[in-house]
């Protein structure tokens, strides 16, 4: 069974910068997709950004495409995301999540979860 732990999140004002990390274990980690979500209060889980089981691909939704860059480590089990110029629509719970290999982008293609980490942008 896949555990996912998301850590890094935190309280920012506007303009600042937050690394999140997400630590695997109980897998093979260097298979799988990964992948970053949020989720805002009333709002529902979207996806942030992707990355292939080899960091070869990527994928950012469009409102944080020049701000945030996903990367991963295989030989340390985590993937990263960090977060540039961030902006208070940007508050939310962070997830990450995984999948077999290839790179995905809708929220059902994805198997195991983490608890997610809550960042919040102040203006």
């Known amino acids: 069974q896949v555990q996912l732990v998301e850590s890094g999140g935190g309280l920012v004002q506007a303009g600042g910068s937050l690394r999140l990390s997400c630590e695997a274990s109980?897998?093979?980690?260097?298979?799988?997709?990964m992948g970053w979500f949020r989720q805002a209060p009333g709002k529902e889980r979207e996806i942030v950004a992707a990355?292939?089981?080899?960091?070869?691909?990527?994928y950012y939704t469009d409102s944080v495409k020049g701000r945030f860059t996903i990367s991963r480590d295989n030989a340390k089990a985590t993937v990263y995301l960090q977060m540039n110029s961030l902006k208070p629509e940007d508050t939310a719970v962070y997830y990450c999540?995984?999948?077999?290999?290839?790179?995905?982008?809708?929220?059902?293609?994805?198997?195991?979860w983490g608890q997610g980490t809550q960042v919040t942008v102040s203006s």
């Open positions: 109980g897998g093979t980690f260097s298979t799988y997709g």
């Open positions: 999540a995984a999948r077999d290999y290839g790179l995905a982008s809708t929220l059902g293609e994805y198997y195991y």
């Open positions: 990355i292939s089981w080899s960091g070869g691909g990527t």
